[in-house]
């Protein structure tokens, strides 16, 4: 007889419950991780089926146990950073990836049986699911510590429909995913750890469809296209609220510094007009005889910045 059935059997006769698995070792490591376990079902002939998920439920990992066989299996997975080969060794093959741009899912299908593994295999699996956040947050660290200005990376999108800056766009076939229209390109639009992030460019905008200007409404109904597992309906309607912040600045700023290229090509007209009306000498000289000395100043400054001079 296995520990485990022989520890249940102990407890029973005690008056008492213990979790079977692992002789209850495997809960209590993830108990003391912090991991929250819940029981989701009992399927025929004794199968028992678990989620674990980490605090911020980003990362989960579904399994099942046989209490007649006490054999273990896993049947889904999803979160950031997952070692795909690790997946593989349990079954898993990666079905799509989930709304959130980094983040994947994996599961068996109708073409796979789940694959048998023992208590520390699935205690090992579980531990590099649920890390997986951690090594998306020091992958983003170092990706911004090596390009400091990365939001600015010139990467443009061949726009083939029209649309204006700040647009919203959606597209179902790259994982549910909501994106922006910021300059020349298409940004994947995404919260991660309570922050906005401006993810991977699009190369065009053929797989996405332009819904219009961001409203409150608009990107709570996108965001909740995404709705399913742990992933909830306040979680998603948190993001939106986000992501509708983040895009309000965004445009508040692309609009001052519209209005600020306005105001320089004004005044540039008015130069140019004004060379050719009074002629070069002439326009030396005005130059010259500017009583703003702060004026005189700030256009050395500009000249020098521009010439060698």
């Known amino acids: ?26 809960f209590d490591f993830f108990s003391r991780k912090g991991y929250e376990v819940k029981e989701i079902g009992t399927e025929k002939d004794g199968v028992q089926k678990y989620v674990v998920a980490d605090e ?14 006490d054999e273990l299996a896993v049947s889904q997975m999803s979160g950031y950073r997952i070692d795909q080969s690790k997946a593989n060794r349990a079954g898993m093959r990666r079905s799509r990836d989930a709304s959130e741009v ?16 023992d208590a520390m295999e699935l205690r090992n699996l579980v531990s590099h699911v649920m890390t997986g956040l951690d090594r998306e947050a020091k992958a983003q660290q170092d990706f911004y ?16 429909k029209p649309s204006q800056d700040g647009d919203i766009y959606y597209s179902e076939r790259e994982g ?3 994106g922006i ?29 332009n819904m219009g200007p961001a409203s409150r409404g608009l990107l709570a109904q996108l965001a909740l296209k995404g709705v399913g597992g742990l992933y909830g309906k ?16 965004m445009t508040e700023s692309v609009n001052e510094e519209s209005m600020m290229n306005e ?15 009074r002629g070069a000498t002439a326009f030396a000289q005005m130059i010259l005889e500017l009583r703003d000395e702060n004026a005189l100043d700030d256009l050395v400054e500009a000249l020098q910045n521009q010439y060698t001079i």
Request: charged fraction near 25%; charge should be neutral.
């Open 102 to 117: 980094g983040k994947t899912v994996y599961m068996t299908d109708g073409n796979y049986t789940p694959v048998e593994i």
């Open 181 to 209: 229209r910021k300059g020349d390109s298409l940004y994947h639009l995404y919260v991660f750890d309570g922050t906005p992030k401006l993810g991977k460019v699009a190369g065009s905008d053929r797989r996405w469809e």
């Open 176 to 178: 549910k995913a909501i």
């Open 56 to 69: 911020s439920n980003n990362q989960f990992v579904h399994f099942q146990h046989n209490r007649n066989t």
């Open 1 to 26: 007889m296995k520990l485990s059935k022989l520890l249940k059997e102990v407890a029973s006769d005690h008056g008492f419950s213990l979790n079977e698995i692992d002789g209850g070792q495997l």
């Open 263 to 277: 105001r320089l090509n004004v005044s540039r007209d008015l130069l140019t007009d004004l060379y050719k009306d």
């Open 145 to 160: 510590a090596k390009n400091p200005l990365a939001d600015n990376i010139n990467e443009a999108t061949q726009f083939t």
């Open 234 to 249: 306040d979680a998603a309607l948190a993001d939106a609220r986000t992501m509708l912040q983040f895009v309000s600045d």
